[in-house]
């Protein structure tokens, strides 16, 4: 079997019992189930949420207000409880583990990014088993710095390293849809996704797991992007952890979101899951289609309307007419001037030639999903 990267997923509520405790058993078992994965020659690293949950078992605080004090509190004090037991189960196979807390904000800087990259690329050559989380302390929605959850942090460390495989370890056996048989109604798993599509995501119950923060619809939006950057990506039972091993080993288990085999540049890695956006631009039929199939630069006379501010070289966000996203690109102009050049063009109803055929974002700075 080719040696292969992969990066695992766990679930808050994979890592706690139904009365809310930490199951240390499980998390034993996982160090056990990682460990002859890399036996086999297979880098391993881990997204671990939980910190919140590990807390709890250490540390009473009010939290009738669901405050962001009171999560940051139980966070901090959980995180480290969390990596402890982690460490104690992987010594037990004489393994290093290094804790890693990242936010939003630390990919959106390409030379952050690279030097994430770097880091744990340098864990992974020693053998080290990195295990990252969200930096709870630091990563607020008012800063705009969070992931909201870490399904979304493994799509972005799993295209940063070059994973070759996404595991989301949950409490469902995997992605489930009803059917109806003779005998009734029943739930089954999907098996394989293609490609995501409203029918695919219809399956997903909108709530959100108790104890944490993502749910099945975060998970398979997740996983269709990783998908999309030519990873295959699973949804698995977590409480089988001896699932990732039956899969490698060519085992079927719970959902499989199979690769496009696309396979994309370092610099495209980073606008496509790192980069902060600063505005997003809607952009006409005929751009769509130069974009698309053309592979043209995006021109101002395609772009139809201008939200945000942005500055030369900053990041946007690509959205045709009906505001679906197209991709992401470096800006090479502000927002200012953009905005300028599309009233322009529509008081004087020219286009083709002068500033208006001037690229807005160059070929070699965008990427497209």
């Known amino acids: ?29 996982l160090a056990g189930q990682i460990t002859n994965i890399r036996g086999r020659g297979h880098e391993v690293l881990v997204v671990s949420s939980g910190s919140v949950g590990a807390g709890r078992e250490l540390f009473s605080v009010d939290e009738s207000n669901n405050t962001l004090a009171s999560h940051q509190i139980l966070a901090s004090v959980g995180q480290a409880r969390l990596i402890q037991i982690y460490a104690d189960a992987f010594q037990e196979h004489k393994i290093t583990v290094a804790q890693i807390l990242l936010t939003r904000g630390d990919f959106g800087l390409r030379k952050s990014y690279l030097n994430i990259r770097n880091t744990l690329e340098n864990l992974l050559k020693y053998k080290i088993v990195p295990i990252v989380n969200e930096n709870d302390v630091v990563a607020t929605e008012e800063l705009d710095l969070n992931f909201g959850d870490n399904d979304l942090l493994a799509v972005y460390l799993a295209t940063l390293i070059g994973a070759d495989q996404l595991f989301f370890l949950t409490v469902a056996p995997g992605l489930l849809k009803e059917e109806t048989t003779a005998e009734g109604k029943r739930l089954v798993v999907v098996e394989k996704v293609h490609e995501l599509t409203d029918e695919i995501l219809k399956h997903c119950l909108p709530v959100t797991s108790a104890g944490g923060k993502g749910g099945m619809e975060s998970k398979v939006r997740s996983a ?22 039956d899969i490698m080993e060519g085992r079927p288990k719970g959902t499989h979101f199979e690769a496009h085999g696309r396979k994309i540049r370092s610099y495209q890695k980073w606008l496509a899951a790192g980069a902060l956006n600063k505005g997003t631009l809607f952009i006409d ?76 974002i160059h070929r070699n700075h965008l990427f497209l999903e």
């Open 1 to 29: 079997m080719k040696a292969k990267r992969i990066v695992i997923k766990i679930g808050t509520n994979v890592l706690h019992r139904s009365n809310g405790k930490l199951d240390y058993k499980l998390i034993t078992e």
């Open 224 to 245: 269709g992007m990783a998908m999309s950057f030519g990873i295959d990506t699973y949804i698995i039972d977590g409480k089988s952890p001896a699932s990732v091993s």
């Open 285 to 360: 039929a005929g751009a769509e289609q130069a974009l698309l199939k053309n592979k043209k630069s995006l021109l101002a006379k395609g772009v139809t309307r201008v939200e945000g501010q942005f500055e030369i070289k900053d990041l946007v966000e690509i959205c045709n007419l009906e505001g679906v996203r197209l991709g992401v690109g470096r800006a090479d102009c502000t927002a200012k001037e953009l905005r300028h050049q599309i009233k322009e063009h529509k008081l004087t109803e020219k286009g083709g030639k002068g500033i208006l055929s001037k690229p807005v």
